[in-house]
């Protein structure tokens, strides 16, 4: 299994998603955009490509971050799901899924910072990747703005700060607004290179203190994620070639 990493920044790496793919001996390449590295031309060479995120919004210009291009990004992903191969966004990465399908992102109607309960909808609960999932789980979260939807899209889990937490654009497709991938040693990283130590606004009842997610245990959600990602990956052909290997994010 070529598994291709998409990072935006050395502190928004891929967590249990790194873990799981080399449990389980995948080809892993990086384009680790902080650190110039290119982004594939297309997806001929990758059979699961996952898209992280970032401070980045999905119309920040390359003006205002050189190394990220929204466009670029966006024609990947659509290459990847033409040729049928499994596409995982995470956050700033499900926004772009959205946007390279034509659904603009929003802003959620709350920012959501913390461990918050996410719900399976009606859709969710039937989807045979989401199987073994309690209708109602842990999810982490941080976010201001969240995926947009085609008419095709389903949306298969909320939270109460967010309508659109899992979205499915298709069999293979999947955009994660939550961040079931966090790990200790991501949040904490995460939290040292964030702007502002995140303390709850008057009338946000989504916001927690930096050191509430630290000493989180997110075993039961990462387990979750995993089980998700070997059901994704389950039927798709494995071979291999191109882009940076093995050099962590």
Known sequence: MRTHFVVHEAF???????????????????SLLYDADPLPSAADDIDLLVVLGGPQQTTTTRTECAYFD?????????????????????CLGAQLIGEALGAAAEPSPYR??????VRLTDAGKRHEF?????????????????PG????????????????QIVAYGKRVYGFQCHMEF???????????????????????????????????????NNQLTAFLDRLVSESPTAGAGGRRETGA
């Open 183 to 221: 790990t200790p040693d991501l949040v904490k990283t995460l939290i040292a290179q964030a702007e502002e130590d995140p303390t709850s606004p008057e009338g946000n009842p989504f916001v927690r203190p930096a050191v509430v997610l630290q000493g989180y245990d997110f075993t039961a959600m």
């Open 70 to 90: 929204a466009a670029a990004e966006k024609a990947l992903i659509l290459s990847a799901i033409e040729a049928d191969k499994a596409v995982v966004g995470v």
């Open 112 to 117: 959501e910072i913390g461990c918050f309960p």
């Open 130 to 146: 989401f199987a073994d999932y309690a209708a109602k789980f842990i999810a982490g979260h941080w976010h201001d703005d969240m």
């Open 12 to 30: 928004e790496g891929p967590g249990i998603i790194e873990d799981w793919a080399r449990a389980r001996g995948h080809d892993i390449r990086w």
């Open 149 to 164: 939807l085609t008419p095709d899209a389903a949306v298969l889990a909320t939270s109460a700060g967010c309508p659109r």
